[in-house]
């Protein structure tokens, strides 16, 4: 599938690593080679983790093909109503990103016996 399209859309990007970056998709190539204007980075943590979530300016941002595991466009109205502050646990971080309208351009994998179930995989 292309990114193409997206181009010059806001996007949610969560890498090989687990890092979840929102930002305008300026460009792309056949590779996945991203890159990203006005990015933020969501550390997203636990409900039992005593330190709260948190969203990191990184502007202009590149990421390697190699390292995107899922690219979609955000319904920026719905992801506006969000506090991405508070602390979710990880099947209420999955129902808010389905619920945002991610459309997924990679499989995401890895996920829990529970999660599983939770979504009928």
């Known amino acids: 599938m292309s990114l193409q399209p997206y ?8 890498t090989a690593d ?4 929102m930002g305008d998709l300026l460009s792309c190539d056949q590779l996945t080679n991203l890159v990203l204007g006005q ?14 979530s948190t969203e990191v ?3 202009l941002y590149l990421i390697r ?5 899922i690219c979609g466009l955000v319904d920026e109205d719905l992801d506006g ?4 502050t508070q602390q979710l646990s990880r099947i209420q971080l999955f129902d808010t990103v389905f619920a945002i309208g991610f459309n997924f351009s990679a499989s995401i994998g890895a996920f829990t016996s529970a999660e599983e179930e939770h979504y009928r995989i």
């Open 7 to 14: 181009v010059n859309k806001k996007v949610l990007v969560i």
């Open 18 to 21: 687990g890092r979840t970056l």
């Open 39 to 52: 990015t933020v980075e969501r550390v997203i943590r636990p409900s039992d983790d005593p330190e709260p």
């Open 57 to 59: 300016s990184h502007g």
């Open 65 to 69: 093909g190699e390292n995107v595991a």
């Open 81 to 84: 109503q969000i506090d991405w």
